[in-house]
């Protein structure tokens, strides 16, 4: 009578480390992955448009800011031949866009340069003038700076002001600018071609300089000669 308690308890513990069903298990998270996959590409086919469309908004508010005046706008990429309207997913930096006021006269370029700032690399979009060859104005569309300081290249009043009418001339064959654009030191600023920089904010100051030089130089002597392509071409 005494052994009957002591054969339950050993039945308990055996049932109690009965072998897991691996199989079911893996069925079960498949099926989770599965359906957390789908739910993750439905999503984005969802959103997908929108995002494109803020992305085309974002951008367009962009260009007509950098160029003042303008009413309409199209879209060039640079071709190993000039430049070609209408390009299909141009990557950045491979295209520009040429704006033109109501009645079709062409207002200026939108240009988009890139380089290393210091926390990550900055986007801008800039505006460029090609009959009184200065920049209009320039735009921060993507950074990734630290707030404070290092976002001040886009939000500066200041800073924003070298760009308004920034010396951008180029020489007589069009094959580069007669005058470096360069960031100097806050408060001594003394060319029209030279970007007064952020007390505190160095680096952000010359990377925009440096990439927004590199950029003109680039895209000048391939743009100027096709202007009165570019000119024809409004819609």
Not at 17 to 38: C, E, F, K
Not at 70 to 96: I, Q
Not at 164 to 172: E, G, I, M, Q, S
Not at 188 to 209: M, R
């Amino acid at each position: 009578m005494a052994d009957a308690p002591v054969a339950s308890v050993q039945d308990e513990k055996a049932s109690a480390v009965a072998p897991v069903n691996t199989g079911r298990m893996v069925r079960a998270l498949t099926l989770i992955s599965a359906l957390s996959g789908l739910l993750i590409v439905g999503a984005f086919q969802v959103t997908a448009p929108y995002i494109e469309a803020n992305r085309t908004a974002r951008i367009d508010r962009a260009i007509f800011k950098v160029v003042p005046g303008g009413a309409t706008k199209r879209e060039f990429a640079f071709g190993e031949a000039g430049v070609n309207p209408d390009p299909a997913h141009a990557a950045f930096g491979a295209r520009f866009y040429a704006v033109y006021d109501e009645g079709g006269a062409l207002k200026g370029l939108a240009l988009e340069a890139s380089g290393q700032g210091y926390q990550d690399v900055v986007r801008i979009l800039y505006g460029y003038d090609p009959d009184r060859q200065i920049v209009t104005g320039m735009t921060v569309i993507e950074s990734k700076e630290t707030p404070g300081l290092g976002d001040k290249i886009g939000k500066d009043p200041a800073f924003l002001e070298n760009f308004l009418a920034l010396d951008a001339t180029v020489d007589p064959a069009n094959n580069t600018l007669v005058n470096a654009i360069t960031a100097v030191k806050h408060g001594t600023k003394s060319q029209p071609w030279e970007v007064d920089g952020i007390s505190g904010a160095t680096i952000g100051s010359k990377a925009v300089a440096v990439m927004m030089d590199r950029s003109l130089r680039d895209a000048l002597p391939r743009v100027r000669p096709e202007l009165d392509v570019i000119r024809k071409a409004a819609r």
